[in-house]
């Protein structure tokens, strides 16, 4: 009863969304990959900006402190 009723939902929205079950899951993966990769590149950004700081302050402190 339970498995049918399950099937039953499935059918249904896949004739209100246009979409098998299938279907659907392979947008939901993709619009998944697509938000990792967004993410994964910000924060890539962040460590690229905060290695480029952290480099920018250790020469300002080489060049001031080192007598020359």
Do not use: W
């Amino acid at each position: 009863e339970i498995d049918r009723l399950h099937k039953n939902q499935v059918q249904q929205l896949e004739v209100i969304s246009s979409l098998s079950a299938e279907e659907a899951k392979e947008q939901l993966v993709e619009s998944l990959k697509g938000e990792a990769k967004n993410e994964a590149m910000a924060y890539i950004q962040n460590a690229l900006e905060e290695a480029k700081l952290t480099a920018l302050v250790s020469l300002i402190t080489v060049t001031f402190t080192c007598p020359g």
